[in-house]
C-alpha cells in the first residue's frame, strides 16, 4: 500500500511533468525553427543576391563598356569561367537585344527567354534583384537569381544570372533543425532529471510524514518526523511534531489524571466504605456513630468537590462554560470561605490576618465559579503552610479592579516548578511523596475561570521554604461602594 501510494503520486507528478516539458519544449522548438528556417532562406537568398550584384559590377568595370554581344562564345566562356570560383553555382550571361531562342547553357551566352520562365531577368531588366525557385533541364531543384552588368555605376548590355542548387539552402537549414532538436533533446532529458528529483523532493518527505503517522498510530508517541526543510512541507512536518508533542503531553496528563484521581476517589470512598458497614453491621454508641456520620458528610463534600473542579474545567475548556453576573460582595465572600477552613487552622495552628476585607466591594460573577477559584487559592495557602505559619490574605481596589493577594510562608515553590504551576496534574506525583491531598487541577481551574472572566492571576516565590504570594486581579463592572 505504501508503495503503491507514494508510487502513485509520483507517477502522477512525473506525468504532469513530463506533458508540461514535452509540449512547451515541442512547441517552442517548433516556431523557433520556423523562424530559423525563415531566417536562414531570406540570409541564403540576400547573400546569392549580393553574389551576383558583386560579380556583375566586377564584370562590367572588368570589360570596360565594352559591348559583349558580338564576343564570340569562347570569350564569353572565358570570362565566366573567372567569376566560377567565387559564387556558389554557375553564371550564365545573357544579352536582351540578342535573337530568342538560342538556348542556354551553363556557361555561355544567347538570347533573353520568355520573362515569365525567368522572372529573375526581367527585375534584372528593370534594376532589381529577386530569387526564383525552379528545376532545370535535369530535373535538379534551383535558386535564380540575375543582375546588370554595370560600369561605373551604370547598366550596360548583358544580364547576369546566378544558378545554385536549392539543396545548399537546403543543407543549412536541416543543420540549424539538427542543433535545434539536439538542443531539446538535452534540455529535455535535464528538464525530465529536474523533474524526477522535484517529485523525489515532495514525495519523500511526505512518505516520511506517513511513516511517523504509522507510529503514532501503533502507540509510539515519541517519534518525530525527520523533515528539516524550509519550505511548505517542512512546516508541515514541524505542524506535526508540534502536534505529536501536545498528544503525547495530553496522553501524560491522562495518565496523570487517571493515576491522581483514582487515587482521589479511592481514599474517600474506601473511608465511606468502612463507615457505612461500620454504622450497619456494629452496635456504635451514639458519640461514634455521630462522629462516623460527619465523616461521611465531609467525605461525600470532598467527592463533591472533585467532581465539581472536573466538570468546570471541562466546561471551560470546550468553550461551554457560561459566564453569569452575580453581585458578589467579595470581602465578605473571602471572610465566609476563611471561617470554612478554620478547623484545618486550628489543627495546623496557622495564623490567618484578613486585611480590608470589611470594606464594600462589589463584583459581578458567577458565585460558583468565583468560589471555587478563591477557596483553591486558600486551600492551596493553607495546604502548604506548616505549623505555626502565617497566612494573610488582603483585598484593594484599583482602577477598573480588585486585587485580592493570599501570602503565605510555606514551602514555596522552586524555580523549576514556578513556570508550571499552572499545568494540569503538574503536583500530582509530588503530592503523593510529600502526602498532600489533591488533583493538580486547582490552579489550572482557577485561571481557565479568570481568563475567562477577563482577570488574571500571578503567582511569585522566592523558593523553597520562602513561602508563596498570589495575586489575582478581577475586573469590577460596576462602582465600587465603600
Known amino acids: 500500500m505504501r508503495n503503491l501510494l507514494s508510487t502513485t503520486i509520483r507517477t502522477r507528478l512525473l506525468l504532469v511533468n513530463i506533458a508540461i516539458i ?3 519544449f ?7 525553427g520556423k523562424e530559423i528556417e525563415s531566417a536562414i532562406r531570406a540570409d541564403y537568398e540576400q547573400q546569392i543576391q549580393d553574389q551576383v550584384r558583386l560579380v556583375a559590377r566586377s564584370m562590367g568595370d572588368q570589360v570596360q563598356g565594352v559591348d559583349l554581344s558580338n564576343a ?7 570570362l565566366l569561367k573567372s567569376y566560377t570560383g567565387q559564387v556558389d553555382g554557375s553564371l550564365v550571361l545573357f544579352f536582351p537585344e540578342a535573337p530568342l531562342g538560342k538556348g542556354i547553357t551553363t556557361m555561355g551566352h544567347g538570347g533573353l527567354p520568355s520573362s515569365q520562365d525567368l522572372p529573375e531577368l526581367e527585375m534584372a531588366i528593370n534594376g532589381g534583384t529577386i530569387v526564383s525557385r525552379r528545376q532545370d533541364v535535369t530535373g535538379q531543384d534551383m535558386l535564380y537569381t540575375a543582375a546588370q ?32 532538436a539536439l538542443s531539446f533533446i538535452l534540455l529535455t532529458t535535464v528538464s525530465l532529471a529536474a523533474a524526477l528529483w522535484l517529485a523525489r523532493s515532495i514525495t519523500t518527505p511526505l512518505m516520511k510524514l506517513r511513516d511517523s503517522a504509522l507510529h503514532l498510530a501503533q502507540g509510539d508517541l515519541s517519534h518525530r518526523a525527520a523533515i528539516n526543510t524550509s519550505d511548505e512541507i517542512g512546516e508541515v512536518g514541524q505542524a506535526f511534531n508540534t502536534m505529536a508533542e501536545q498528544v503525547q503531553a495530553m496522553l501524560d496528563e491522562q495518565q496523570a489524571f487517571a493515576r491522581n484521581i483514582s487515587h482521589e476517589l479511592r481514599t474517600p470512598l474506601t473511608t465511606l466504605r468502612l463507615r457505612t458497614e461500620a454504622l450497619r453491621y456494629e452496635k456504635l454508641d451514639d458519640a461514634t456513630a455521630k462522629r462516623y456520620l460527619e465523616e461521611v458528610d465531609d467525605e461525600i463534600v470532598r467527592l463533591g468537590n472533585v467532581v465539581q473542579e472536573v466538570t468546570i474545567l471541562s466546561r471551560f475548556d470546550s468553550g461551554r462554560g457560561q459566564l453569569e453576573e452575580d453581585e458578589i460582595d467579595i470581602g465578605r465572600l473571602l471572610s465566609v470561605l476563611c471561617t470554612q477552613f478554620k478547623p484545618l487552622l486550628q489543627k495546623q495552628n496557622v495564623e490567618l490576618s484578613l486585611v480590608g476585607c470589611d470594606q464594600l466591594i462589589i463584583l459581578h460573577a458567577g458565585l460558583s465559579h468565583l468560589t471555587v477559584v478563591l477557596r483553591n487559592l486558600l486551600e492551596n495557602a493553607f495546604k502548604y503552610t506548616p505549623c505555626g505559619g502565617r497566612v494573610t490574605c488582603s483585598l484593594s481596589a484599583n482602577e477598573g479592579e480588585v486585587e485580592i493577594c493570599i501570602q503565605d510562608t510555606g514551602q514555596g515553590i522552586t524555580p523549576e516548578d514556578l513556570p508550571h504551576i499552572f499545568e494540569r496534574f503538574y503536583r500530582a506525583d509530588k503530592a503523593y511523596s510529600d502526602g498532600i491531598p489533591g488533583t493538580g487541577l486547582g490552579l489550572a481551574l482557577v485561571k481557565s475561570i479568570a481568563d475567562a472572566y477577563g482577570g488574571r492571576i500571578h503567582i511569585t516565590s522566592d523558593g523553597a ?16 461602594q465603600r
Open 22 to 24: 514535452l509540449i512547451g
Open 26 to 32: 515541442s512547441t517552442l522548438t517548433y516556431f523557433a
Open 72 to 78: 564570340t562564345p569562347a570569350s564569353i566562356d572565358e
Open 149 to 180: 552588368l554595370q560600369y561605373h555605376g551604370k547598366s550596360i548590355t548583358g544580364l547576369l544570372q546566378l544558378a545554385v542548387p536549392a539543396k545548399n539552402l537546403q543543407t543549412q537549414i536541416l543543420k540549424r533543425w539538427g542543433v535545434l
Open 465 to 480: 521554604g520562602k513561602g508563596t504570594s498570589v495575586m489575582l486581579f478581577w475586573p469590577v463592572k460596576s462602582p465600587i
